[in-house]
């Protein structure tokens, strides 16, 4: 485990994450290409609207290095809802409960904001069992899902988790 | 019912639907100011990025009036599923099979695009039991509920209908 004091929790979201995020998105090897341009996207977003966007980040700095990060934000028309969009760890991070802290992170704003439940999506295909794995530990449960949404064979499983209470 | 001849379906998006569309949203007396401004941004985003926004709009004109819209397109990363985002008939031509019209509109343009399924979203809310209903007899199940996702007591219902089968 990292030790604590080498651990920074950044809000803020500089011209330079554009690439940062590109790099870490990539690196995990789990995402296509039209994914990871997508990751930048919201990036992009941000920089240009702020707060506005609705896009909101959150960076996980070990020393100089980013290790991770995570997108978030309210989901439009509703009282009290965030869609988690994002969360990656640099694999040179990984297994070094970088993506728990994100998680918790996250769930510490989103509480702070007024939110009441968050949202993430992820895949059925047996792929993503991990990626499941990861959010079941974090405190979220399959509320849906919805067959072939993705592709052929390829559900959309959409959990939720209670935050704030 | 409307004489077939005084029907005519439009796909291109002009500047001045801005306020066609706002116009039908407002005075459906169904939507809240936000959801409102949200109607209008479709559009917005249409004019101002063409096709590539992912918002595809379908008009049914009644001689010189718009009688009704749908909003539709293809989900990112998905490989044949679309949203539709919006349907609205002005409450001038409400109960003359419009909506049927623009549901069946929006299924051929989304079969024709290669999609392979429609979803949409509506809330939960007795009032709402119309707009369901709509969806139903549309050919949409629901396929999830979301508790409590606009609000507390106000669950989000996930309609899909496959088409080009």
Same mark, same amino acid.
């Given at each position: ?71 978030? &934000? ?38 702070? &904001?007024? &939110? ?47 935050? &704030?209470?």
């Amino acid at each position: 485990m990292l030790k604590l004091h080498q651990i920074t929790l950044r809000d803020e979201v500089f011209v330079s994450d554009r690439e940062v995020v590109r790099s870490i998105v990539e690196r995990t090897g789990f995402f296509r290409p039209d994914e990871v341009g997508i990751a930048v996207e919201l990036v992009d977003e941000r920089l240009s609207r702020g707060a506005t966007s609705g896009y909101h980040f959150v960076f996980v700095e070990v020393g100089n290095a980013v290790a991770g990060y995570a997108c978030y &934000g309210p989901i439009a028309c509703t009282s009290a809802s965030y869609d988690l969009y994002w969360i990656a760890v640099d694999p040179r991070f990984q297994r070094q409960g970088i993506g728990r802290l994100l998680n918790e992170a996250v769930e510490s704003r989103v509480a702070a &904001g007024g &939110g009441e439940r968050i949202y993430v999506d992820t895949s059925g295909r047996p792929q993503y069992a991990p990626t499941r794995a990861f959010y079941e530990h974090g405190g979220f449960r399959c509320e849906a899902r919805l067959a072939d949404f993705y592709a052929a064979g390829d559900d959309r499983m959409i959990y939720v988790k209670a935050v &704030g209470r």
